[in-house]
Every structure is written in structure tokens, then in C-alpha cells.
């Protein structure tokens, strides 16, 4: 079974830029979550999909970025215009239902974008 | 709102030697805790979770912790490290009531020498 997969792995872009990050969850799982990590930080939670819905946005930073997941399948993160406080690690995971006890979230490799 | 602290960002041991990770919460009740483990230029995989079931729980790779609600504690502990374990471990909670919302410390880098 095919593990979450994030696209791209790296993207390197000028402030001003638009950069869209992609991530498919693992098949059947309903529960879709982003994350991102500035360097020497924690990994810090940004939001949470239900299928297509946003059920928590609370960790969304400001109104650049616009995360979708149009079909409830895989979801993108847009960053427009990105500033250079955006660059980090932003990583995405899926999970079958928040409801069960500890609920396994399951990462992707993350994408590391950079804002020169 | 959730917390969690872990001691010391770079840790090293020598191959064959215990490894602890220190992991600290602060939660208004005992969360679920898990560890994440993150080897290079790979995503984050789950080495153990705590839900409330038994204080000694075993994960994958021969590490296990212990949920110590006195003190607020979910250390990491392997008997003998490997080389192979060289990565970087993150502890992290979620709340008991729902929404799966993980909030993560900030991380610890092992290294293990021979």
C-alpha cells in the first residue's frame, strides 16, 4: 500500500512568488492534515480536512496561504505571495478516523521550501 | 492548551549503550502521547503511541516508554543503541477528546558513535 506522497520534494522560489504544494493521503483515509516546520522550530500543525471539508484552520498563519482538497482526495497548499518567513519543511498526513483512541497519523516526506 | 518539552536537542551515545529521550507534557488532562521517529530525507514514522491502556508501552525497533502522569513525563528508552538509530525523534500529544490535532516538541537529533 502506498505510503502519503508529497510533490515536490524541494521548490526553491523568490519572494513575491506563488508556489503550490501537493499531497496525496493514503487511500480510503478521509482525514487529511498539513504541518509545517520552520528550521529549529517544532513541526506546527496548520490545519485539518475531513474529506473535502476544513474541520480545524486554526494553525493557518495568515490569509496567503489557501489549502483545498476539492473531491476529498488529494489536497493542495498554496503560499501567495510567499515571504521569506514562509521557508521551512511543510509536511503533510493522513489518518482513517480522529475518533479512534490515538488515531496513527501518518506522514509524508515533506516538501522543504525555500523563499530567497 | 497542550505543551510539550523535550531535553536536549543533540543527544549522543556510543553504540551498545541505553538511549533516553526526555519528553515532558502539560496538559489540563493526560492526553494521548506518541513518538515520531524521522530518518533522513524520509517523512515521520510512528514508533509508539500511549492511549490510556497500559503505562509500558512497546514500540517498534526495541523502543519502548513509559507514561508517568506524576510527572508529566513520556521518556523514550532503548537498552542498547545502533547505529541504525541515528535520526531525529520527536515526541508529541494529542487531546483525548477528539480532533487529532498533534502539537509537537521540538524535536531531538541522536547520534550514536562507535
Known amino acids: 500500500e502506498a505510503g502519503v506522497t508529497q510533490f515536490p520534494s524541494h521548490s526553491v522560489i523568490e519572494k513575491g512568488q506563488t508556489v503550490t504544494l501537493r499531497c496525496d493521503p493514503i487511500s480510503g483515509h478521509d482525514n487529511l492534515y498539513w504541518y509545517r516546520r520552520v528550521m529549529g522550530k517544532e513541526i506546527k500543525f496548520l490545519l485539518h480536512f475531513v474529506k473535502e471539508s476544513k474541520q480545524d484552520e486554526s494553525g493557518m498563519p495568515n490569509n496567503r496561504f489557501l489549502a483545498e482538497r476539492t473531491g476529498g482526495t488529494y489536497s493542495t497548499l498554496k503560499v501567495q505571495p510567499a515571504e521569506l518567513e514562509d521557508s521551512g519543511v511543510y509536511f503533510c498526513?493522513?489518518?482513517?478516523?480522529?475518533?479512534?483512541?490515538?488515531?496513527?497519523?501518518?506522514f509524508g516526506p515533506g516538501t522543504r521550501l525555500t523563499v530567497l | 492548551a497542550q505543551s510539550v518539552t523535550q531535553l536536549g536537542s543533540h543527544v549522543s551515545v556510543s553504540e551498545g549503550a541505553l538511549v533516553l529521550l526526555r519528553c515532558n507534557y502539560s496538559s489540563s488532562v493526560p492526553p494521548y502521547l506518541f513518538w515520531y521517529v524521522q530518518y533522513p530525507n524520509q517523512g515521520l514514522q510512528l514508533l509508539l503511541k500511549?492511549?490510556?491502556?497500559?503505562?509500558l508501552v512497546k514500540g517498534i525497533n526495541g523502543f519502548e516508554a513509559e507514561f508517568k502522569k506524576s510527572e508529566t513525563s513520556f521518556h523514550l528508552t532503548k537498552p542498547s543503541a545502533h547505529m541504525s538509530d541515528a535520526a531525529e525523534y520527536f515526541c508529541?500529544?494529542?487531546?483525548?477528546?477528539?480532533?487529532?490535532?498533534?502539537?509537537f516538541g521540538t524535536g531531538t537529533q541522536l547520534k550514536v558513535e562507535l
Open positions: 508529541a500529544v494529542s487531546p483525548t477528546g477528539g480532533g487529532n490535532k498533534l502539537t
Open positions: 500511549y492511549t490510556s491502556a497500559a503505562t
Open positions: 498526513a493522513s489518518s482513517q478516523d480522529p475518533g479512534l483512541a490515538g488515531d496513527t497519523q501518518y
